[in-house]
């Protein structure tokens, strides 16, 4: 059943109340410079199809952009501090990263020069990647078969598994306790000033028509959809990715690192001697929002045959879960669409992560917040994602996206 906001007029609407909106939010109302109303519309409270409820919950700093990595960099810190950052709340667990790493498999002389120039940009923000030799990599971990690899590429510093469910879920307890209101409901149509140049109101799936002065675009693969209610295109749709959990008959003796091979498959370490794999489909269409069908061939002819020829200890496992899950694509450039519309100037981007939302949720939310606030970043500049760079075909050209 719909809920009805409490107020026809927000400083800030955010549609969609997933990791992103729910950062916004905390951050907004963590700031002492804002002091607005905020309105947090969600579709789905239970999140159960969201892209934050599907993730791996692993961070990097293995990119090629200076900005990504540094992204990921204030992502470790908030997580390893956030308590701290919460206002020293007592009820906040304190959070670490199992820093097992990424593990990049190159198998040939153009992959592994990649790496090299990645690592430049990566050690430049300080990060502590290292380039491995095969010799090298079969030596600090004997389970894998390095006979096709040129070159790997991995960091253990404030890289691997963090639990992303305990950030969001305090980042919306304290959101609520501080003043910001979630609803269950849908933005369904958005009305715009006389002069097109700003949304006056959104009007929800109850009816309702709520004034706002800035609405921002947190709702995931269904970014497209939200930002034709104002009138504005956004290259970014649904893409289907798929999970496997596994328990392995013969265990490894130490933690997996997140493999990525070659053929683009993934696995990683999960704990009790389970562990996690990922790939989509060859043929890689945008799907339906509510299509989160399986594909059952996938895991037996292409992703259990890579895995168990990279790692021959699993060979003999079990699949225990399988789910599918959504990217958010920018099909433009696979990197994050953020800041105001340059022309609908209250209209603000969340949007298009194409898979590293969750790890860069905490420095997005940081910066949305600082922009609503002051109209510009003070933290990190996120400028170089603002949306003109579509118009001006000038893609942000990452090199390490999974």
């Given amino acids: 059943m719909a809920q009805v906001p409490q107020h026809t007029q927000y400083d800030v609407v955010i549609v969609g109340g997933a990791i992103m909106g729910a950062s916004t939010a905390w951050f907004l109302m963590d700031n002492p410079d804002f002091n607005g109303r905020v309105l947090v519309v969600e579709r789905d409270p239970t999140y159960s199809q969201c892209s934050t409820a599907h993730t791996n919950s692993c961070m990097r700093q293995q990119f090629s952009t200076e900005l990504n990595v540094r992204i990921s960099q204030f992502a470790a810190d908030f997580v390893k501090n956030i308590r701290t950052y919460m206002g020293g709340d007592e009820r906040v667990p304190e959070l670490g990263i199992r820093s097992f790493g990424y593990m990049y498999l190159a198998d040939t002389d153009a992959f592994a ?108 693969p269904r970014a497209a959809r939200t930002a034709q209610m104002a009138g504005i295109d956004v290259p970014v749709e649904p893409r289907r990715r798929y999970s496997w959990v596994f328990k392995a008959e013969q265990p490894l003796d130490r933690d997996l690192p997140l493999t990525i091979d070659p ?12 562990y996690q794999a990922g790939a989509h489909s060859d043929i890689d269409p945008a799907v339906d929002y509510s299509d989160f069908a399986m594909d059952h061939g996938i895991w037996e002819n292409h992703v259990w045959p890579v895995i168990a020829t990279r790692i021959p200890q699993f060979e003999a496992i079990k699949v225990t879960s399988e789910w599918a899950g959504h990217y958010a694509m920018n099909t433009f450039d696979h990197n994050a669409i953020t800041g105001p519309h340059p022309e609908v100037g209250n209209f603000v981007f969340l949007n298009g992560f194409s898979g590293h939302g969750l790890q860069q949720s905490p420095a997005m939310g940081r910066g949305t917040a600082e922009w609503l606030t002051y109209g510009e970043y003070r933290s990190l500049d996120l400028t170089p994602f603002a949306y003109d760079r579509l118009a001006t075909g000038r893609p942000i050209l990452e090199q390490a996206v999974i």
């Fill in 113 to 220: 020069d990649t790496l090299r120039r990645n690592i430049k940009v990566q050690h430049a923000a300080g990060a502590a990647t290292k380039l491995m030799t095969p010799d090298e990599i079969k030596a600090a971990y004997p389970f894998y078969n390095v006979d096709d690899i040129v070159l790997g590429s991995i960091n253990t510093v404030d890289e691997g598994y963090w639990d992303g469910a305990a950030v969001f879920d305090w980042w919306r307890r304290q959101s609520r306790e501080r003043g910001v209101e979630y609803i269950e409901n849908e933005v369904v149509a958005m009305t715009r000033d006389g002069s097109g140049t700003r949304i006056d109101s959104v009007t929800l799936a109850s009816g309702e028509v709520v004034a706002c002065g800035h609405v921002v675009n947190a709702s995931g």
């Fill in 263 to 274: 053929s683009g498959v993934h696995v990683r370490e999960n704990g009790g001697g389970t």
